[in-house]
């Protein structure tokens, strides 16, 4: 549930040059603070910015000034990063395999033999009762919620992941599941518009995704099974019909959202829907991101590193948050 160039050697370790055949993996040096690294980086951290959606009840409830709640959407902030960690780690040991076959993924820690599996395998256990712990601490729907996002990822990678169209539907529950969360565990009630949103965005990001694996492995010498096997079983047209719909269902929801009269009277603005160009600017470079950086490991990776877009969000996110705070504590 998972995202420039082939790196030439991984932190405490000589891997083979990036023309050599993807099957034979890099020679490791497993030192312990190798090892430590490579766990570390088997969690995925810079993926850990997607339960951000945990924190979007407060945000859009204007409360980011109150302390408690904060602090509390910050621990369902910290729960929700545990648990995708133990998802990411649990991916990396179901696809070992078929990640040596891959031109990048080769490189991760598990693939390349760096992070042996046994102490992965306790890394997960680690990750799992640290973060079903954490929300054994907040109130039962928010344990329930984290339950349920946890149990899905195992059904995704075990089987659904082969299943097309749901294999994506599966990565967008994740975030409706985050959002959910960010409710329970600040007792803030989520708006319906708040879930639709969210499904629709990471559907389109999902099939996005899916499109820029299709493309890579038209581009390069490997099958698309041997990128990832749901593939076999998706088309290019479908592809870009289902990234066309939600990309458009993205911005209808966003714009219907802004000029909702609820929104409008709860946020006391009646200027919120001009914001409707910065999610059209986002669909349209995310676009662009995923026909044209086919090289890149995946679209939403790379746009993390990409200039236009970070900048579209930062703009988004600064307007938003003047028009619905003014710069100050809501009354």
Not at 199 to 222: M, P, W
């Amino acid at each position: 549930m998972q995202e420039t160039e082939l790196p030439q050697h991984q932190a405490g370790t000589s891997g083979p040059p990036a023309d050599a055949s993807p099957s034979i993996p890099p020679v490791v040096d497993r030192t312990l603070v190798n090892i430590t690294l490579g766990l570390l980086k088997t969690a995925r951290p810079h993926q850990w910015i997607k339960n951000v959606f945990v924190l979007a009840p407060v945000v859009f409830a204007k409360e980011i000034f109150e302390p408690s709640l904060m602090l509390r959407a910050g621990g369902a902030f910290v729960v929700f990063c545990l648990i995708s960690g133990a998802v990411y780690t649990m991916n990396d040991l179901v696809d070992a395999a078929a990640d040596r076959e891959h031109p990048l993924k080769r490189f991760r820690p598990i693939a390349s033999g760096l992070v042996p599996v046994g102490v992965a395998r306790a890394f997960l256990a680690f990750l799992i009762l640290a973060g079903v712990g954490g929300a054994a601490l907040g109130p039962i729907p928010f344990l329930a919620t984290v339950l349920v996002y946890f149990l899905i990822n195992v059904a995704y990678s075990f089987k659904l992941k082969r299943v097309p169209y749901l294999d994506v539907a599966i990565i967008a529950s994740g975030f409706v599941l985050r959002v959910l969360g960010g409710g329970f565990g600040t007792l803030i009630h989520v708006s319906g518009y708040l879930f639709v949103c969210t499904a629709v965005l990471a559907l389109f990001l999902g099939f996005g995704k899916r499109r820029h694996e299709f493309a890579a492995a038209e581009h390069g010498k490997k099958t698309r099974r041997k990128q990832r096997a749901v593939l076999e079983l998706y088309s290019k047209i479908g592809l870009d019909v289902a990234l066309t719909a939600t990309g458009l269902a993205t911005i209808l929801a966003y714009a219907a959202y802004t000029l909702d009269p609820h929104t409008r009277a709860y946020f006391n603005a009646d200027t919120l829907w001009p914001t409707t160009l910065f999610v059209v600017l986002g669909v349209g470079r995310f676009l662009f991101l995923v026909r044209e950086r086919p090289d890149a490991e995946s679209p939403t990776q790379e746009m993390l590193r990409d200039g236009p877009f970070v900048a579209i969000v930062m703009g988004w996110s600064v307007v938003m948050l003047w028009l619905v705070y003014n710069l100050r504590p809501s009354p």
